[in-house]
């Protein structure tokens, strides 16, 4: 079987939006994808413009499986709370190959802003 993904990511534009208007709350996501038979353990690194690196968020996913880990809830990160409208970047380090994507939804405005990409 020929297994997708990579072990390191980075994601260098997260900043999570406030919630908004609309039903649709603000938030940030990181969707995590296993394809392998193993479980990855990922540790989670973030880097801030002003103060150093905060290291202490674990993730797992299980094999064959998806999963989406919310910025905006601390029980997705570890427990540490993201402070909203502060640039910050992360960095994904996994046992395995997994695939990552980053999602933002901005909707302070009327209009609704959501946008997605594949981290690096």
Partial sequence: MEVCGKKN???PDCELPPEGEGELKGHESVIVVNDTNEVAHIKVKLFFT???PYTDIE???????????RMNQPADMSGYVVEKELQYAMKLESSTEIVVQYGRLDN????????TTLAY
Avoid: G, M, S
């Avoid at 993730?59 to 880990?69: G, H, I, L, S």
């Avoid at 302070?108 to 946008?115: C, D, G, H």
């Fill in 108 to 115: 302070r405005q009327v209009n609704l802003a959501y946008y």
């Fill in 9 to 11: 990511w980075i994601i």
């Fill in 50 to 52: 002003d103060r150093d």
């Fill in 59 to 69: 993730w797992t996913v299980e094999p064959q499986r998806v999963r989406c880990f």
